[in-house]
Nanobody, 123 residues
Framework: QVQLVESGGGLVQAGGSLRLSCAAS????????MAWFRQAPGKEREFVAA????????DYKDSVKDRFIISRDNAKNTVYLQMNSLKPEDTAVYYC????????????????WGQGTQVTVSS
């Protein structure tokens, strides 16, 4: 069982930056691929970025590729999402997710989810 707790969301002006954190419980964090998804009002939850457990391979949604950076610190059981040059269309609830030794861009791949953190970007 893995518990995930996100933090770092908030209100920011367009062009600004935020860093989201996701702290995970458990002793086997390094075997989990970690991902960030987001869900805007009235829309489906969508993939944002993912990072594998030990090789730290990353993948990004095209629209965030040059602005967001996903990273992880396995010693701290934490994954991060650095978000730069934020745009109003980035406004959403951001969720952290974990999958045991597999990863993809699909919500169905992930076994564990955090409660979400709100990111609001004003124009």
């Amino acid at each position: 069982q893995v518990q995930l707790v996100e933090s770092g969301g908030g209100l920011v002006q367009a062009g600004g930056s935020l860093r989201l954190s996701c702290a995970a419980s458990g002793r086997t964090f390094s075997r989990y691929a970690m991902a960030w998804f987001r869900q805007a009002p009235g829309k489906e939850r969508e993939f944002v970025a993912a990072i594998t457990g030990s090789t730290y391979t990353t993948d990004y949604k095209d629209s965030v590729k040059d602005r967001f950076i996903i990273s992880r610190d396995n010693a701290k059981n934490t994954v991060y999402l650095q978000m730069n040059s934020l745009k109003p269309e980035d406004t959403a609830v951001y969720y952290c997710a974990a999958a045991d030794r597999r990863w993809s861009r699909s919500v169905n791949t992930y076994d564990y989810w955090g409660q979400g953190t709100q990111v609001t970007v004003s124009s």
